[in-house]
């Protein structure tokens, strides 16, 4: 049996970036199982454009306020007929029109993994760099450094085994995710396959999300020198890119081809 993906979008109050995302799914080579869009707005744009706009046979949407981003998360996958799911956010779009066919003819049925991911391209330092390490469960305590949700592939099956996301969180419920399934076999697919939108909450509120991580990993392991040695490098180099010198070592690091260290 072969896989049948869902691409879960969720959404609020930003047609413009849903356009973006959805143009980038219908440009794939090949084309998802289904694509579910679930929009909690509070305005009727996006209701108006997807209703009154002409859409492929594999897009659907639900219209209706949810209680935040895991809520609209865990709404997807209850509404998901596909049997690999992923989640690509309002504004974030493919890296080119080839990844859905690349992806699943690397992530096969038999393979042993039951979830695979890949690299991504976003902004950081004011410079765009593309980033992106396999998944090493003994360094889950770096958060989700290497391994980011947009490129995550994962069987459906892992949220009926582990639970869906954590709605007491506001930002940190796809890194509680990835901690209940650390020990589960995964794949890494070494290319960027998705451009990451600069505008999402986990970016504009980097330090609240800092302190998310940690709640999360000590719920799971306890308290941890390794990791508050490294997120006191993550305050520390988020500060420093804040500055205009920062940005200058930043695009120094690039330079060495370093921004993936």
Not at 56 to 84: M, Q, T
Request: aromatic share 12%; charged share 20%.
């Amino acid at each position: 049996m072969g896989y049948n993906l869902t691409i879960i979008t969720i959404c609020f109050n930003n047609p413009a970036e849903l356009m973006a995302t959805c143009a980038s799914v219908d440009a794939q080579t090949t084309s998802p199982f289904e694509h579910l869009i679930i929009d909690g707005s509070n305005q009727p744009q996006i209701a108006g454009w997807l209703n009154s706009t002409p859409q492929p046979a594999y897009r659907r949407w639900i219209c209706e306020r949810d209680k935040g981003i895991a809520d609209a998360f865990n709404k997807g996958v209850r509404h998901s007929n596909g049997n690999l799911i992923q989640f690509l956010n309002s504004g974030d779009t493919f890296f080119n029109a080839t990844v859905l066919a690349t992806v699943l003819s690397r992530f096969t049925p038999g393979a042993g993994a039951t979830w695979c991911h890949g690299k991504m391209q976003l902004q950081r330092g004011g410079e765009r760099v593309i980033i992106g390490k396999p998944f090493e469960q003994r360094k889950v305590y770096r958060g989700m450094r290497g391994t980011f949700h947009p490129t995550m592939f994962v069987q459906q099956n892992l949220f009926d085994a582990y639970g869906g996301f954590d709605t007491s969180l506001r930002i940190a419920m796809d890194y509680d995710f990835l901690l209940r399934i650390a020990a589960e076999p995964c794949c890494f697919i070494d290319m960027p396959l998705v451009v990451f939108d600069p505008g999402g909450v986990s970016t504009n509120n980097y330090l609240a999300s800092l302190e998310e991580n940690k709640l999360c990993y000590e719920k799971y392991f306890g308290r941890s020198v390794k990791l508050l040695l490294w997120q006191f490098r993550l305050r520390v180099l988020h500060h420093l890119l804040h500055s205009p010198f920062g940005h200058f070592l930043y695009r120094l690091k690039k330079g060495l081809k370093l921004e993936n260290v």
